[in-house]
C-alpha cells in the first residue's frame, strides 16, 4: 500500500539486512516483526539477530492475481522458509520458474526492490533466490 | 444464556453498483426491524460492522453514519472491526449489551461495499486486515496466504487438491439455491479443478468473490421474545470469541484448530450442548480450505478428516450435520463487515424454517455460526437454538 | 602499492532480444548486440553491486572504504555507496559516490589505490549500472545492466595496480544535460573518439611502463558500443587480446559495470606473471592501467555467469523498464 517517506525512514532501514528476534528469556527466535513481545512466552527482552541468509523453502504459493504493487510480477512465488537458525519467514522467491521451486528447495537471501511509495522513495527488502551452491544431496 | 432473536433482514449479496454503504444498511435495518415489528426508536443500540470503509469507500466512522440514516438517533452507535470476523463481533457485543441488563433491543448490522474500486485496489484493501506493513508487505495477499495453509493440510494429512474440491461443489450446490447469493452456478469436482489458478493451489472456485451487502438482527431480552409467542423462537444459546496470530508465519495447523475448538468448547459449555447436538453450521469459508479445517475446529470431524463431509455426503442437507447450506461464502461472497451476521441470519431462517426449500433441512433446531478473521487471529462462535412454546 | 584481493561480478541472466526491439520501431539494419543483459523489475543498481560484492566481500577482509561508480544510482543526493555499506553489513566504513563517466571504475581504483597507499584499511570499488534508454534509443545505446566488484588492499592479493596514464579531450559524445535525466549522443563522435585518445593513452603507458601494447595478455576495455573496440586495432591492440574480454556484441553496454566485468573475464583466465591492460573510457578521456598477475586469481567464472542465460520477450523488457525509462528531451 501507500508508504509515506517518514514510514519508509522508520520501515525501510531494517528490510536492508536479514534478520530475526531473539528472545533472551525462553531463547526462541521469532521473524523480525516481533520486537514487543515474545510471541511465546510473553517476555519483552528481544535482541535482534543476524541470519545467514541461508534456509529451505517449507511451503509456497504461486500467485497469479497480485496486489497493486506487484502488477507485472506475476506469477511469482511466495513462500515460507525455515531458515538454517530455526525461524520461519515470509518472503518471495525470485529467480526461478514456479514450476522449479518445491517444498524442500534450498534457497538464500538477496537484496531487492519491493515496491515504490507513493512519495518516491523505493523500498528495499529481502527476497530469495535459489541456493546454486546448497550441497545436492546423493543420488 | 439466552438472547432473542427478534428479527433478521439481508441484501442480495453480489456486485450493486447503484446502491451505496448507506443504501445497503438502510435496507438490512428496515428489513430486519419490519420482521422484528420494531421502530428505529425501539433500537436502544446499534453495533455497525464494517472493516474497510476507509479504503473502498472513502468514508469513516460508519457507525456514526448507519444510526444517522437508519433512523435509530439518539441511541448510541459505534462501529465493530475484527477483520472478517467483524459481524459476528458486532453480534457478540450485541449480546453482550443484552445480556448486561442495560439494554432490551438493540440492533446489530453488518455492511460491505467493495466494488466501487476495481478489484486489483481492492485486494490491496483487504490485505490490510492482515500485516501488510510486514508480513504482506512481502507480495502475500489474503488468498496467497491461506493457499499456504491449504497446502500444509495437504501435505500434512497426503491429501490431493481433487479431495478439497469437494468443499466448492457442495458450496456451489446450495449457492445456485440461494437468491440472495453473489455466485449461482452449480460445478463438478472436474470443473473446479479447471478454474483458474489464483493463488497455487487455490483455484477460482475456491474463492470467494467481492461482494456488496448488508445484514441486520434485532436482538432482545429473552423474555422481551418470550412474550411474543407467535413469534419464531429462536434464541442466541452461546457466544464465544477468540484471537489467534497476527501472521500467516506463526499460524500452525494446530492453531487453526485452536482458533475454532476453544471457543467452540467454551460455547458448546455455555449453550449446554455438543457438537453432535447441532443440526445446521454456517462455517466461514471465504476460501474453500477454511471449511474442512472448520469443520475439525468445532468437533463435526478429527483433523484431516475434515473435508470428507462435502464428498460422502455427511455435511450436506441430510448428513449428519448440514454445513452451509447457504451456499457458504465461496457464493455468498465475503463482503467484511457482514458475513458474520450474514452467516447469523442464515442460521436463524434455517431454525425458523424460512429458508428456501430446496435448501432447508427440515426440524432444525440447534445451529452454529463460526467465523474467523485475519490470517488466523480472530475466531467467533455463536449456538443458536429454536425452544418450543 | 594496492593490489586487487578479491573481484566479484553480477550480470543479470535476462537477455532481451534487440532485435525485435529495433524490429518493433521500423530501425533498419542489423542488432548490434545479439541480446541486452537486462535487470528484473526488482533489481536496480543497489541490488546488483550487492550481489557484485558477495565475491569480493567472501575472503573475510572488511574494507574501511567503499567506493561505488554508477551513472544510474536509485537516488541522487543519497549515496549509493552508504546504502551498499548498510545492506553489507559494513557500519562505520565510508562511503563514497564517484559519478564520473563509463570509465570511472579506474578512477575508483585510482582513489583505492591513494588511500590503501597512504596506510588506510582495504578499499571495496563497485561499479554498477541499469542503464534503461526511452523507446528507440536502446537500438543505439545498447542499454542493458550488471555490476561488479573489487577488493584492494596495500597487500596480500593477486594482481597489483600498475602504472596508469590518461589522455582527454574536451568533446561531445555521450553526455546527460545536468537538466535532463537521458543522455544525448553523437555515435560517430564516440567512435572517433574512444579510438584516438585510447590510443593516446596508451603511448603514455608504454612511456611508463616500457611495456608496449601488444605485450599484454589481455586488454580488458570499456565497451559502450561494438564498434568502439574496432577503433583499438590501431592502437596496436591485436583481436587475441581482446578475445575474452569483449562482450558488447553479445549483452550489450554495460555502462560503468562494463569495463568491471572486462577485467573480471581477464583476471580469470590470468596467470601469474601476465599482465592485463584495464581501458577505461566515458565523456572524451581515456585511462589506461597496468594491471601484473602475482599469484593464482581467486578466480569466479564470470564466463560461465554470462553464459547463464535465459531469453526474455519484448512484453516482458518493456514491462520491467517502463518504470525506469525517463522522459525524452
Sequence with gaps: ?139 | MRVGVLGVGKTPHKIQHNKSLRDLAVESSRLAMTDAGVEPSDIQALYVGNVGSVGFNYENSTGLMVAHHTGVVPAGAVRVEAACGTGAWALHLGCVAILSGLYDTVMVLGVEKMNDLATVEGTSIIAQAADSKEEYFSGLTFPSGVALSARKYMQTYGLTEEDLAHTSVKNHHYGARNPYAHLRFECTVEEVMRSAKVADPLKLYEVCPMTDASSALILCREEILRDQPDKPQVYVTATQMATGTWYAATDTLEDAHRLFAEPAGRAYAMAGIGPQDVDVAEIYNSFAIQEPLGIEGLGFAEPGKGWQGAADGSTWIDGKVAVNLSGGLLCKGHPLGATGATQAVDIVEQLRGTAPPDMQRPDSEIGISACRGGPGAVGAIHIYQRLEG | MAEILRYGAYVPRHRAPLGEIQSFFGRPGRPRSKALATPSLDEDALTMAYEAAQDALSGGQRPGTLIAVSQSPPFRLRKLAATLARTLGLDGVTPLDVAGHGGSLLDGLALAEAIVGAGGEPVLVVASDHLVSYEERVCDTLSAGAATAFLVGADGGFARLGPAARASREVYDVWVLGTEPEPRYRLEVLFETYGAVSREALASLQALTERSTGEYAAVCPSQPHPQTLRGLGRAGIAAEQLEHTSFVGEIGNLGAASVGLALALGLDRAGEGDHLLALGYGGGEAIARDIAVTGPPAAIDAAGQMADAEAIDLSTYYRWTRGRQAEPH
Aim: glycine share 8%.
Design chain 1, 1 to 139: 500500500m501507500t508508504v509515506s517517506a517518514i514510514e519508509f525512514s522508520r520501515l525501510g532501514p531494517p528490510k536492508l539486512r536479514l534478520y530475526a528476534m531473539r528472545c533472551t528469556a525462553c531463547n526462541q527466535l521469532s521473524p523480525w516483526w516481533e520486537h514487543h513481545h515474545c510471541y511465546k512466552c510473553g517476555s519483552d527482552e528481544l535482541v535482534e539477530e543476524e541470519l545467514s541468509g541461508r534456509g529451505e523453502l517449507s511451503n509456497y504459493t504461486v500467485v497469479y492475481y497480485p496486489p497493486r504493487d506487484f502488477l507485472g510480477q506475476e506469477p511469482y512465488v511466495v513462500g515460507h522458509i525455515t531458515m538454517d537458525e530455526g525461524v520461519l519467514l515470509p518472503a518471495p522467491v525470485v529467480g526461478v520458474a514456479p514450476e522449479d521451486v518445491e517444498v524442500g528447495t534450498r534457497v538464500r537471501a538477496t537484496l531487492r526492490r519491493m515496491k515504490l511509495g507513493h512519495e518516491g522513495d523505493i523500498y528495499y527488502s529481502q527476497k530469495f533466490v535459489v541456493d546454486d551452491e546448497a550441497a545436492v544431496p546423493a543420488a
